[in-house]
C-alpha cells in the first residue's frame, strides 16, 4: 500500500473572472468542471485554500516594469489585444496577479510543511509568458515568478517539471543560464512555439541544467511514461531538488482540441504518481502541481483526479507499463546530456 499525500488545493473562484472571448480555448468553464469533479469526487478530502495575488515586487522580479504596465492597463478597457492569441478582460490583470500569487503561496505552504502536495488551480496559464510580452494565453509567468521567489528565499536548487504539449519557451528563457532553477520538458516540437529542441541544454552557468525532450505525433501514455520513468528519477537523485513544480498542462491529451499527441488521463496519472514517488515520497521534496493548458474540460478534469487518485496511493493502471520507442528518446536525451555532466555522466 502506498501511502497517501498529505494533499493542499489553491482553489479560487476569481479565477473565473478572466474573460477570454467567445472563440478562444482557455475559458472559464474549464475552472468550473475541475471544481465539480473535486466537489463530486472528492469532497472535503483536502486542504483548500483561497489565492492572494503576489505583489509588484514579486512580479517584476521576472518582467519588466513597461511591460507590467501595459498589464496594468489593461484594467482600464473592456478587452485588449495583449497578443495574436492572448487576450485581457478587465478582470484578467487582476487574475492574472491571483495566479502568479497561487503558485507562491501553494510552494510556500509546502516548504512550511502544511502538506506534501498541492495543485494550483489557475487561470490564465504562464510557461509562455516572456519578460516583456505575454504570448500563448499566458500574460504573468506564474511559475517563472515563483521560482524566482523561492530563489530570492534562499532556495538553490528548484526543479520545473513542464508536461504540457507546448514548450514552456518563457520558463526556458528566464532560467536558461541558471543552475538554480533546473527545466525539464515535454512537449511537441512541430506546435507552437516551435522552441526546445534535444540540443536546447541551457548555456553559461546553466549549461546542462535545462532538458527538452520532443515528442512525435501519437506519442501515447506508454511512450512518455517510460521516457519519464527513465530519465527523471536520475535527474532528481542527481539535482536533489527542494522543491518540484510541475507546469502541469493536459493538452496532450488525445481527446485535446490542441493535441497531436495521444495521452489518456491515466497516462498524466501515472506522470503525477512518478513525481510523487520521487518528491514527496522519495526525497522528501514537496510537489506543486500549477495548471497550465488543457482545453476539453471534461478530460481536463479527469486528468486531475487520475492524478489526486495517484497522491492518495492508489496505484496507477501503467504500473508495469514499458515502451521501446520511450527508452529510444530517453538514450537520446542521455546522448546530448553526458557532455555537461549534470545528471548524466
Ligand atoms: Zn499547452
Known sequence: MVPPLNIGIIRDERFLRHQTGLSHPETPQRLSVVHRMLDYDFAASFRERSAEPATLEQVEALHTPDYVRMVIATARRRFTNLAAD????????????LAAGACIRGARELLAGDYQAALALVRPPGHHAQPAKAEGFCILNNLGITALELVRRGLKRVLIVDWDLHHGNGLQK?????????????????????????????????????????????????DVVELYRQLLPTVVERYRPQIILVAAGFDAHREDPLSNL????????????????????????????????GYEPTDLAECLRQVLLAWQGDPTMLERASS?????WAEQARAVHRRYGVWMD
Open 86 to 97: 492572448t487576450t485581457a478582460s478587465s478582470e484578467s490583470c487582476f487574475t492574472s496577479f
Open 174 to 222: 528566464v532560467f536558461y543560464e541558471s543552475p538554480e532553477v533546473f527545466y525539464f520538458s515535454s512537449h511537441h516540437l512541430h506546435s507552437y512555439p516551435h522552441t526546445g529542441d534535444w540540443e536546447e541544454a541551457g548555456a553559461g552557468a546553466g549549461e546542462g541544467y535545462t532538458v527538452n525532450l520532443c515528442l512525435p505525433p501519437g506519442a501515447d501514455d506508454n
Open 262 to 293: 495521444s495521452m489518456s488521463a491515466a497516462g498524466f496519472g501515472a506522470l503525477g504518481q512518478l513525481v510523487a514517488d520521487l518528491g514527496p515520497r522519495g526525497c522528501g521534496a514537496p510537489v506543486l502541481l500549477a495548471l497550465e493548458g
Open 324 to 328: 521501446d520507442r520511450g527508452a529510444q
